[in-house]
């Protein structure tokens, strides 16, 4: 009988690990196709959309998220640890037949030990102060785990702010260049057609091809870097790398004065600053550890219930296990060669610590801030002044190359306007990167 259960326990234990096995395998079959299926094949988004898209798909925040719900699971199991702990058991007892011998003045007799069961059951609960001040300290580490998950989202959102105006810079700057080019090209026609007829000489006409093929080769760069930064906003944005990106917020919506000047207005508030918060944070954390050190010195008390229902399979036998038993203790610690002294002593330097980074902190904020704006207001008048600059130079390069058709400009002239035109887009692209790059790290500073 007792082989035969212990063979369809083994059989049951199987299957239900075979039917498990095979659960998670085809749970993982449908999360791949799952995932494949969702892949988008192409993305129209604006920068708040594909910032938004990005924190709903950015495997990164998607962990910062779990770490909060592990908090939380955290916190529960302290609190859990002092409510009621029930358990239940059961033990069986056979003894094969074998009968004590007791030997008395009156003489010697027998006592039998028939097989035995048992059922127990026990609740008990502990309190103690540490578990107490634990529970508060879990409810601080909650709030540090999501002030960290709101601070990867700020600079997650800060990066791809700053990948998405790096493509449309690129894109703007590689149609500026494909525009002058087509003049160009059209020039060289132009000449070449004028050596042919006699009226020019063909070193002139080559000197043109020579400034066509810098404009392709300075094409070539840009589409090359227009590549890169697309897949660079597609590795924030988590999607692979077959699918097409169309930006549709233009360039000047994000770089607008008005939107600069808004945020330079904006009040500083160190309270909402995100580094600020977490530094908070972790002084209220060592004042908890203070607590929690000094109740080391406090008691524990405990309450615990046993019942206990013992049956013989077999005649005689002796009752010596009562049925129900409660207990209370008090735990009360008297000596620790110093150790919870230490203990105590070590929790405050770290609080003491804690302030002075707390203090640190807070007057270096100040400090950051001011630059931070001096920086954005910098970038932002140079951005005005290069964004003028490549206007001008674009004028000056399509009269010198209109001026060349007649005749009235030199091939020096031209030259020194194409690399004019060429000097001022690098330029530019450069200038609007730092501003987008200095109003995205005062956003995050502000947490906006």
């Known amino acids: 009988m007792k082989k035969t259960v ?3 326990l083994s059989v049951l234990v199987m299957t239900t ?26 993305l129209s988004l604006s920068l708040k959309e594909a910032q938004d898209y990005a924190v709903k798909q950015n495997r990164t925040l998607k962990n910062a998220s779990l770490a909060v719900q592990e ?16 358990d239940g058991s059961y033990a069986y007892s056979n003894y094969l037949g074998y009968s004590a011998t007791m030997s008395t003045a009156m003489g010697s007799f027998n006592i039998n030990m028939p097989n035995q069961g048992a059922i ?18 879990n409810n601080v580490a909650i709030d540090m785990k999501k002030i960290a998950l709101e601070k990867s989202e700020s600079e997650l959102r800060s990066s791809i702010m700053s990948a998405y105006v790096s493509v449309l810079a690129l894109q703007s700057i590689s149609n500026l260049l494909d525009s002058s080019l087509l003049n160009i090209q059209n020039l060289e026609q132009i000449t070449q057609n004028t050596v042919n007829a006699g009226a020019a000489e063909q070193t002139t006409a080559d000197q043109i091809r020579v400034r066509v093929n810098t404009l392709k080769n300075s094409i070539n760069t840009q589409r090359r870097n227009v590549e890169l930064a697309t897949n ?4 924030l944005l988590d999607v692979p790398v077959e699918t097409e990106l169309v930006l549709t917020e233009p360039i000047d919506e994000v770089l607008s004065p008005e ?4 945020l330079l207005s904006q009040n500083f508030s160190i309270e909402n600053n995100l580094n600020y918060q977490l530094l908070a944070k972790q002084v209220e954390l060592a004042k908890r550890n203070v607590h929690m050190a000094g109740w080391a010195y406090g008691p524990t008390i405990a309450l615990a219930y046993n019942y206990t229902n013992q049956q013989y399979y077999g005649e005689g036998g002796m009752r010596m296990t009562p049925p129900n038993v409660i207990q209370v203790s008090v735990k009360m610690p008297l000596w620790s060669s110093g150790k919870r002294a230490a203990g105590v002593v070590e929790k405050k330097i770290a609080l003491e610590e804690a302030k002075n980074t707390l203090s640190e902190t807070t007057d270096n904020l100040a400090i950051q801030y001011r630059q931070l704006c001096f920086n954005l207001t910098n970038a932002y008048e140079t951005y005005m002044n290069e ?56 956003e995050e500073f502000l947490n906006k």
């Open 6 to 8: 212990i063979l369809l």
């Open 17 to 42: 690990a075979m039917m498990a096995e095979d659960h998670v395998m085809a749970a993982t079959r449908g999360a791949s196709q799952n995932a494949a299926e969702a892949a988008p094949k192409a």
């Open 71 to 86: 908090a939380y699971a955290q916190r529960w199991q302290t609190i859990a640890s002092m409510l009621p702990q029930v």
């Open 120 to 137: 127990g059951v026990t609740a008990a609960v502990g309190l103690n102060g540490q578990g107490i001040v634990g529970a508060l300290l």
């Open 232 to 235: 660079s906003l597609k590795v």
């Open 259 to 262: 939107r600069v000047l808004n």
């Open 387 to 442: 964004k003028e600059n490549i206007e001008v130079t674009q004028r000056v390069f399509n009269s010198a190359t209109e001026k060349f058709k007649w005749g009235a400009a030199s091939n020096l002239e031209l030259t020194n306007a194409s690399n004019d035109l060429i000097n001022a887009q690098s330029t530019y692209v450069q200038a609007m990167l730092e501003l987008i790059n200095a109003q995205a790290e005062l």
